[in-house]
């Protein structure tokens, strides 16, 4: 009976020594929406790139480029990457059959899930389960992260832009006149400014028509929150007749993209929005970026196909791991992200730094 159990011991020892993984090398689980098995019904040919994003076999591809561009550049390292690639949609059992997979998933030890989130739900909790690093790239849910000590989530959330704000215009608060230009729709941002201010005493008006009050003061700070297009033309013009050279005006990132918008806006002095990430285009990391993707692929990257969050993540992720865990030790600079993590109690790790941006001179630049 010793000897048989002795023997089921050495099989076992010698099976995972020979499934564990040294310290110079990982293994990347990718879960992407690549909708493999469905047909588009949308003819082949497009109008330009936002018509081909739209599509869904195509709606991550610029992703899993970006993360190639990453994979590249471990090539000729003293690194082993392991890469594993899996198409995720919407079917909770497709998913099970493939965390199941105990030959696929032995050796995995992050999972980058840039896939629905009715499904994140149940990768999440298998990574918990299995002490696998889990990466959350786009989804703003706080509750993933409370508890789950191994997840990672990138979106930063809205409390940090009152924050921001404060710290960069609000050293003296009496200066400004503060309106939150909302609407009737109800507002998770427009209610975390508000508990903000007040739990700093910081003065405010909360406006809900298109109609703004008169100067009280010699500056107005407006932080706008609605989005829909009809109404957004009608407050540009607004603001555009009351002509005040003083006014900051703080908008959902959302309005740069409405077509209507002429010059005007965009030529107000002092015009500033958050976005989750950003890129510098006068940076010259960025264009050498842009330069090898458009080498490699035909085509430019774009934040809007996600090209260049599928760089950032895979590389700074591998390189966190390898770095065990502590982002001081990482060289790596993401093109599109700043991270400043914040661990949740008895939860993973939240991304706090928002991005501000200002629009001036027609051209975009962050404050740092």
């Known amino acids: 009976m010793k000897k048989k159990l002795f023997f089921a011991f050495i099989v076992s020892l010698a099976y995972l020594l020979g499934n564990a993984q040294n310290k110079d090398q990982v293994t990347v689980l990718y879960l992407l929406p690549f909708h493999l098995n469905e047909t588009s019904a949308r003819p082949p040919s497009f109008k330009n790139s936002a018509e081909i994003h739209q599509v869904k076999q195509f709606e991550m591809m610029g992703f899993w480029l970006g993360a190639k561009m990453a994979l590249q550049e471990y090539e000729y390292k003293d690194k082993k990457i392991n890469v594993v690639v899996r198409d995720a949609v919407t079917d909770e059992k497709a998913l099970n059959k493939i965390l199941k997979d105990s030959a696929l998933m032995a050796r995995v030890s992050i999972i980058i899930g840039p896939f629905y989130g009715s499904l994140f739900p149940v990768a999440a909790e298998f990574a918990k389960q299995h002490n696998i690093i889990i990466v959350n790239p786009f989804s703003t849910r706080f509750d993933f992260v409370e508890n789950n000590p191994y997840l990672y989530k990138l979106i930063p959330p809205y409390s940090s832009r009152p924050k921001t704000i404060a ?159 502590d982002p001081d030790k990482l060289l790596f600079q993401p093109l599109s992200y700043r991270f400043q993590w914040k661990q949740i109690l008895d939860g993973g790790f939240e991304n706090t730094k928002a991005r501000f941006i200002r629009v001036k001179d027609l051209e975009l630049e962050e404050i740092k």
Request: with cysteine; glycine share 2%; hydrophobic share 35%.
């Open 167 to 325: 710290e960069y215009f609000l050293s003296q608060s009496d200066k400004y006149s503060i309106i939150l230009w909302g609407d009737s729709a109800r507002s998770s941002e427009l209610q975390v400014y508000k508990s903000y201010f007040k739990t700093h005493n910081i003065h405010f008006k909360e406006i809900h028509t298109l109609t703004l009050p008169e100067n009280t003061k010699s500056k107005n700070l407006i932080i706008a929150f609605f989005e829909q297009p009809t109404r957004v033309i009608h407050g540009v013009h607004t603001l555009i007749n009351r002509e005040e050279e003083t006014d900051i005006l703080v908008v959902p990132e959302k309005w740069l993209s409405i077509s209507e918008l002429t010059e005007d806006f965009f030529n107000f002095p002092h015009l500033y929005f958050f976005a989750n990430y950003f890129i510098d285009e006068n940076c010259s990391r960025v264009q050498e970026f842009q330069s090898d993707y458009i080498f490699h692929y035909g085509a430019p990257a774009e934040l809007a196909a996600y090209s260049y969050q599928g760089y950032d993540i895979t590389h700074y992720f591998i390189d966190l791991y390898f770095s065990d865990f």
